[in-house]
C-alpha cells in the first residue's frame, strides 16, 4: 500500500537581514508561512530503496540526486536496518524559486519515513533536519513561524485563518548558485554586536499580518531585481490586482506573493494574472 504527504510551498512573507556573521553566514529573521493548496506531493511504497522518481510539470528541473536521497541517505545511516520504500516525488512546484521546494521534499520524506517505519520515528528528525538545510527544520514543522539565526532557530507563530496569497514565478532560467549570488550582490554588512533581539509577533487579524510584511519586506528583493529583472514585472502585476494588499519577494526569489483578506479576492486575483501573462507558474492558497 502506498503513502502519500504533501510538501507546501513555503512563503517569506518577510526577510530580514541582520548581519553577516564572522562564520561568513547572515543572521536571518524571517516571519514564514505556508501554501495549504500549492506544493509537491510524495510518494512511498514498498519495495527496495532507490533513488526517487521524479515526475510531475517539473520534473525535468532536478538532474542527479536532490535532498530527499539526501534525507533518506542520513536515515539510512542512522537506521542501518530499515529499508525505507521507494520514493516517487510529483514535482509541482518550479525548481529553486525561493519557496523552498527542495526543503520541503525533503522534510516531508522525514515525516513520512517517520510514520512508515517505527526505527525511524525513533530517531530526532529536527537533527537530521538541520544536516539538510537551513529551510528544512521548518518545513519539518510545516506550520507558520519566525526563523531566526540561520534558520535553526523557529518560534512558532499563530496566523488568522483567513490569509490568501497569491503566487507568482516568470520561470526564467535561475542559476545554480541563485542565493549565494543574491547574498554577494546584498554584500552586507557585519552583524553588529549590540543587535536587539524581539519577541515573535502576535497577529489578531489579517491586516496585522498585512501591515508587518510591509513594514518588514525582504532585504534580498533589490539584489534579487539585478539578477533577475523580471521580478520587477511580477512585483507590479501582483500589486495591480484588485484588493491586492501587499506584493513582496519570498526567499530570493524569483516568485513573488501578493497578500488578500478573502479567498474571493485571491481567486479572482489569480484567474487575472493567468490571463494576463499564461506563460507564468501562478497559484492561489490559503497561507497557514
Known amino acids: 500500500m502506498s503513502k502519500l504527504e504533501f510538501a507546501p510551498a513555503k512563503v517569506n512573507l518577510t526577510l530580514e537581514v541582520l548581519g553577516r556573521r564572522a562564520d561568513g ?23 527496495p530503496t532507490s533513488t526517487t522518481a521524479v515526475e510531475g510539470p517539473f520534473a525535468d528541473g532536478l538532474n542527479g540526486a536532490n535532498l530527499i536521497d539526501k534525507a533518506v541517505e542520513a536515515v ?9 520504500g521507494r520514493l516517487t516525488l510529483e514535482k509541482n512546484l518550479p525548481v529553486a524559486s525561493g519557496i523552498g521546494g527542495g526543503s520541503a521534499d525533503a522534510a516531508a520524506a522525514l515525516r513520512l519515513l517517520s510514520a512508515a517505519h517505527p ?3 525513533s530517531l530526532d528528525l529536527a537533527a537530521i533536519a538541520r544536516t539538510l538545510g537551513a529551510d ?39 542559476p545554480s548558485n541563485k542565493t549565494a549570488e543574491v547574498f554577494r550582490l546584498l554584500n552586507a554588512e557585519a552583524l553588529p554586536d549590540d543587535r536587539a533581539t524581539e519577541n515573535p509577533p502576535a497577529f489578531s487579524s489579517v491586516g496585522d499580518v498585512i501591515r ?10 533589490a539584489p534579487a531585481r ?3 529583472p523580471e521580478i520587477i514585472t511580477v512585483l507590479s502585476q501582483l500589486a495591480k490586482l484588485p484588493r491586492s494588499r501587499v506584493a513582496q519577494l519570498s526567499g530570493a526569489g524569483p516568485t513573488c506573493f501578493a497578500l488578500f483578506e478573502t479567498e474571493h479576492a485571491a481567486t479572482t486575483g489569480a484567474r487575472m494574472l493567468r490571463a494576463r501573462h499564461p506563460g507564468w507558474w501562478i497559484a492561489m492558497s490559503r497561507l497557514n
Open 25 to 47: 553566514y547572515h543572521e536571518l529573521r524571517s516571519l514564514v508561512a505556508f501554501a495549504t493548496d500549492a506544493g509537491d506531493r510524495l510518494t512511498l511504497q514498498a519495495g
Open 76 to 84: 539510512s545511516r542512522l537506521a542501518p536496518n530499515s529499508v525505507p
Open 119 to 121: 526505527e525511524i520515528a
Open 136 to 174: 528544512v527544520p521548518v518545513c519539518l514543522r510545516s506550520r507558520s513561524a519566525v526563523m531566526t539565526g540561520t534558520g535553526e532557530q523557529i518560534s512558532d507563530v499563530e496566523l488568522p485563518a483567513e490569509l490568501f496569497a497569491v503566487l507568482a514565478n516568470p520561470l526564467v532560467e535561475v
Open 212 to 221: 508587518y510584511a510591509a513594514l518588514r519586506g525582504n532585504a534580498l528583493e
Open 226 to 228: 539585478r539578477l533577475f
